[in-house]
């Protein structure tokens, strides 16, 4: 019989990394058995994943499609390969009704994350992507809440689907193999030996600690979403503050991993989970990165925008200009205005570099 593997996320748990990967590697997929069906990339290594090839757009959302599901299986006969993997965090809230369009064989896979780690992740995204102005709040329902909202648990409630799932744990330490793309090629049951280099490619990579301040701090300022895009890039390049750290105070976070782990027992109890067992076990010894508040100098902030300006002269004139147009505006960081017009000021005191005239070029290639 053929196999059939849904991978659904949940959110934070690497779906991107895997996408990007099985993408790019759509034909020796193909050459070892497997039809992934190909699907756009954006400059940051996020998609949609297969979204498309099992629902279709309903709005802002997507739902469960008996058309695409058929065409989608029609596809993977004609291809001859003997396993269809699909991917796409988008498959998470239609779980039941994918669950009654799919074949009975299908599988779907899901990845819980340590809430804690669930939680910082989310916010940190929201500050990249979703303007967040505000500081992290450590609260178990704050942002997408501890394990990607309530459509987990939806999931769960269905017995079309927890009949056919297998929930895995996002943690390095008990992955099979080397890291989450081989335990989920192991979970779907495809032998990896055939597809050589399995090695991840980081993308949408987290900010440091003072990136994500000054991103946060300009998310008050309408800078559009190319001006944005090009600011997300520059300071997922930036070197400076720390890469490892969390920002739950050591006095929140022994009340929060109680919680947590709380919260991770019930899931596992109530669904009867064993896999998520040595997960807690192993969160519980583990100790917390080093606590770093949200609070930049001025030195710190003039470092950052200093960055900025290095690789992206046009971004960082374009802010000090928005900056000055929106003297209203209230900043995280203040300074920021002083910083960014003394920026644009060096640059602009800079030597215009000598453009050479075409019948030149011309001359000196000949």
């Known amino acids: 019989m053929k196999s059939i593997v849904v991978h659904a996320g949940l959110p934070k748990t690497g779906?991107?990394?895997?996408?990007?990967?099985?993408?790019a590697n759509t034909e020796r997929l193909s050459r070892a058995g497997i039809f992934y069906p190909q699907h756009r990339i954006d400059?940051?290594?996020?998609?949609?994943g297969n979204a498309g090839s099992l629902m279709e757009r309903s709005g802002h959302l997507f739902v469960a499609s008996s058309r695409e599901v058929t065409k989608t299986l029609e596809d993977f006969e004609a291809s001859g390969c003997h396993t269809l993997l699909l991917s796409s965090e988008a498959f998470l809230p239609e779980l039941p009704g994918l669950a009654e369009l799919m074949p009975p064989q299908t599988r779907f896979v899901l990845y819980v994350r340590d809430p804690l780690a669930f939680l910082e992740s989310d916010y940190n995204q929201r500050v990249k992507r979703l303007d967040h102005v505000d500081a992290f709040a450590a609260a178990p329902d704050a942002y997408g809440g501890w394990l990607g909202h309530e459509h987990l648990y939806n999931a769960l409630g269905s017995e079309a689907v927890r009949s056919r799932l297998v929930l895995r744990p996002y943690l390095p330490d008990l992955f099979v193999g080397e890291n989450l793309l081989t335990d989920l090629l192991h979970t779907a049951g495809i032998d990896a030996a055939e597809l050589g280099d399995l090695s991840l490619e980081k993308v949408n990579l987290s900010y440091s600690l003072h990136a994500l301040e000054i991103k946060r701090a300009l998310?008050?300022?309408?800078?559009?979403?190319q001006l944005q895009e090009r600011l997300d890039v520059h300071l997922q390049s930036c070197p400076l503050g720390p890469t490892s750290y969390t920002l739950i105070p050591p006095a929140d976070y022994e009340r929060l991993r109680k919680t947590a782990d709380d919260e991770l027992h019930a899931l596992a109890s109530r669904y009867d989970i064993e896999a998520l067992e040595p997960m807690r076990e192993l969160l519980r010894k583990q100790t917390p990165k080093p606590y770093h508040p949200q609070h930049l100098t001025e030195d710190e902030i003039d470092a950052v925008v200093q960055h900025i300006a290095t690789v992206g002269k046009r971004l960082t004139r374009r802010i000090a200009q928005t900056l000055v147009e929106h003297p209203q505006i209230e900043l995280v960081y203040p300074s920021l205005r002083d910083s960014f017009a003394a920026a644009a000021a060096e640059l602009d005191e800079e030597p215009a570099t000598p453009r050479r005239r075409w019948w030149q070029r011309r001359h000196r290639a000949g």
């Open 15 to 23: 779906t991107s990394a895997v996408q990007a990967f099985f993408s």
């Open 43 to 48: 400059k940051n290594g996020i998609s949609a």
């Open 219 to 225: 998310n008050a300022l309408p800078l559009g979403p």
